[in-house]
């Protein structure tokens, strides 16, 4: 009897007094949708993440096929790199849907703690004229920015929980999570890399909306956030540069500004490619019109060679993305769940919504790479991590439903 007793207790999550608790028909049977709602929102996030991931590859090698041939003979060189990035990215992925969603918040301090490590060093010992990336063995390259976004989700998600109740208080609840926030900023900003900073800074903002922080308080982060923005400008004629002509397009004399070189060539070529688009591998603007067009301007690819069928269907994508982050945030067992889902998936929204409203000339100039699509090691490999961590939200939501009594 005992014997039996012991292996009872060890194969059971569940406490005795839980599983004598009853509950009603209806809550069994709202339990039972929610969990059917969270595997659907599981599975198409997966699908959803795969054809973007599919997209990209597609693209990839139409844009870079003939720019790799000239440099190496090689026409897939640049897939075939891509491909190895998807690869790790999507192993780490499934990988980090198998955490719970506790250990994230156990360590969020240490991860952030390395993130900004990283951020000071690479202003130290960084690769380039812009100091934005780690030199790595076999001539890779690591960007410490990429892995300070995702950081600075689990942080905020992680704190906003333990301080809930300080929140209302600006110096003990807000102000030392705003420190963190603001080096993370400022050390992205040193770099120089004022669209990354500004696009975190908009990530951090929505998660602090969503933690319940008084919106007073908010307006006065904007504000502080506005004249951080400003004197950055003013310290940098480039960026300046970029400001103003995106304010000022064409110029007062009615020629192109230098600065709008790229979008003006990625609004020909949406143009080109009209509804249906001119085909795969057809595209006249990658013939040395337009740079980066395989990284920050693939979009631009998408317009000319799949057509506005091709960008809609894209946008449409990812605003699906966005609804079924959002919804495995809404069935997140416990609060810190919701804030760790509505930060990754605010994380994702916002970086597709800055690169494709700079593409068709929306936004000023950023640099920011489009997810899942843009070639790319760090980008594309946390991004997949985000979207790991993630499907852990819905895995632990979904164990919290099933040990509940029926």
Same mark, same amino acid.
């Given at each position: 009897?005992?014997?039996?007793?012991?292996?009872?207790?060890?194969?059971?999550?569940?406490?005795?007094?839980? !599983?004598?608790?009853?509950?009603?028909?209806?809550?069994?049977?709202?339990?039972?949708?929610?969990?059917?709602?969270?595997?659907?929102?599981?599975?198409?996030?997966?699908?959803?993440?795969?054809?973007?991931?599919? $997209?990209?590859?597609?693209?990839?090698?139409?844009?870079?096929?003939?720019?790799?041939?000239?440099?190496?003979?090689?026409?897939?060189?640049?897939?075939?790199?891509?491909?190895?990035?998807?690869? !790790?990215?999507?192993?780490?992925?499934?990988?980090?849907?198998?955490?719970?969603?506790?250990?994230?918040?156990?360590?969020?301090?240490?991860?952030?703690?390395?993130?900004?490590?990283?951020?000071?060093?690479?202003?130290?010992?960084?690769?380039?004229?812009?100091?934005?990336?780690?030199?790595?063995?076999?001539? %890779?390259?690591?960007?410490?920015?990429?892995?300070?976004?995702?950081?600075?989700?689990?942080?905020?998600? #992680?704190?906003?929980?333990?301080?809930?109740?300080?929140?209302?208080?600006?110096?003990?609840?807000?102000?030392?999570?705003?420190?963190?926030?603001?080096?993370?900023?400022?050390? !992205?900003?040193?770099?120089?890399?004022?669209?990354?900073?500004?696009?975190?800074?908009? $990530?951090?903002?929505?998660?602090?909306?969503?933690?319940?922080?008084?919106?007073?308080?908010?307006?006065?982060?904007?504000?502080?956030?506005?004249?951080?923005?400003?004197?950055?400008? +003013?310290?940098?004629?480039?960026?300046?540069?970029?400001?103003?002509?995106?304010?000022?397009?064409?110029? +007062?004399?009615?020629?192109?500004?230098?600065?709008?070189?790229?979008?003006?060539?990625?609004? $020909?070529?949406?143009?080109?490619?009209?509804?249906?688009?001119?085909?795969?591998?057809?595209?006249?603007?990658?013939?040395?019109?337009?740079?980066?067009?395989?990284?920050?301007?693939?979009?631009?690819?998408?317009?000319?060679?799949?057509?506005?069928?091709?960008?809609?269907?894209?946008?449409?994508?990812?605003?699906?993305?966005?609804?079924?982050?959002?919804?495995?945030?809404?069935?997140?067992?416990?609060? +810190?769940?919701?804030?760790?889902?509505?930060?990754?998936?605010?994380?994702?929204?916002?970086?597709?919504?800055?690169?494709?409203?700079?593409?068709?000339?929306?936004?000023?100039?950023?640099?920011?790479? %489009?997810?899942?699509?843009?070639?790319?090691?760090?980008?594309?490999?946390?991004?997949?991590?985000?979207?790991?961590?993630?499907?852990?939200?819905?895995?632990?939501?979904?164990? #919290?439903?099933?040990?509940?009594?029926?």
């Amino acid at each position: 009897m005992r014997r039996l007793e012991k292996q009872y207790l060890n194969y059971s999550f569940l406490s005795p007094p839980r !599983i004598k608790e009853s509950v009603s028909p209806f809550e069994a049977r709202r339990s039972s949708v929610l969990t059917n709602v969270t595997q659907r929102s599981a599975t198409h996030l997966i699908l959803v993440c795969l054809a973007l991931l599919a $997209i990209g590859m597609v693209m990839i090698y139409s844009a870079t096929a003939e720019m790799a041939r000239l440099q190496s003979d090689d026409s897939s060189l640049f897939l075939r790199n891509h491909a190895i990035r998807v690869a !790790i990215g999507l192993l780490l992925m499934f990988l980090c849907s198998r955490v719970d969603t506790k250990i994230w918040a156990q360590f969020s301090r240490a991860i952030m703690l390395c993130a900004i490590g990283l951020l000071i060093l690479v202003l130290v010992i960084g690769n380039g004229s812009v100091t934005r990336w780690l030199p790595l063995p076999f001539g %890779l390259n690591f960007q410490p920015s990429e892995m300070a976004r995702v950081a600075l989700v689990l942080y905020l998600a #992680d704190v906003l929980v333990r301080k809930e109740n300080d929140l209302l208080e600006f110096r003990r609840g807000l102000l030392p999570r705003l420190i963190v926030v603001g080096l993370v900023l400022i050390l !992205i900003g040193a770099q120089p890399d004022l669209g990354t900073a500004i696009a975190i800074g908009c $990530i951090a903002i929505a998660m602090l909306c969503i933690g319940g922080v008084h919106p007073l308080q908010l307006l006065c982060v904007l504000a502080v956030g506005g004249v951080g923005v400003f004197l950055s400008l +003013h310290q940098s004629p480039y960026q300046m540069s970029r400001l103003t002509s995106f304010l000022d397009f064409y110029g +007062h004399q009615g020629g192109l500004l230098e600065g709008n070189y790229q979008v003006n060539q990625s609004l $020909i070529g949406m143009g080109n490619g009209g509804l249906i688009g001119v085909g795969l591998g057809n595209s006249i603007q990658k013939s040395q019109y337009l740079p980066e067009l395989h990284t920050d301007f693939v979009f631009a690819i998408v317009g000319e060679e799949l057509g506005l069928i091709g960008t809609l269907a894209v946008c449409s994508l990812f605003i699906w993305f966005a609804f079924l982050g959002l919804r495995i945030a809404n069935s997140a067992p416990t609060h +810190h769940g919701f804030l760790l889902a509505s930060g990754l998936t605010a994380m994702v929204s916002i970086y597709a919504v800055i690169n494709i409203g700079v593409v068709v000339g929306i936004l000023p100039t950023t640099g920011l790479p %489009l997810p899942f699509l843009s070639y790319g090691g760090s980008s594309l490999i946390l991004n997949l991590v985000g979207v790991g961590i993630l499907l852990g939200v819905a895995r632990q939501s979904l164990s #919290d439903k099933r040990l509940r009594p029926r």
